[in-house]
């Protein structure tokens, strides 16, 4: 399953790179990738347990960028 979010508040290019290597190491992460510029996260995983991921994804990148938010 692939899906596109948009972000929201995502401050730098640096820490689109750091969201980016934190969530491509989490378990049935096919493939990610976080463009600074249009402000999108785009997430290919398994399709059973995609909501659970989605959650980790969510905390990873609340740690890396508090003040950003993924749009669903």
């Known amino acids: 399953m692939k899906k596109v ?3 929201e508040d995502l401050d ?3 820490c689109a ?5 934190a969530i ?4 049935g992460v096919s493939s990610v990738h976080v463009n600074f510029l249009t402000q999108r996260l785009a997430i290919e995983a398994e399709e059973e347990g ?3 991921l989605m959650r980790q994804v969510i905390k990873l990148c ?3 960028e508090p003040d950003c938010r993924i749009l669903q």
């Open 62 to 64: 609340k740690k890396v």
């Open 12 to 14: 730098c290019a640096s």
């Open 5 to 7: 979010y948009k972000l």
């Open 24 to 27: 491509s190491k989490l378990d």
């Open 17 to 21: 790179a750091k969201m980016e290597r």
């Open 50 to 52: 995609f909501e659970e």
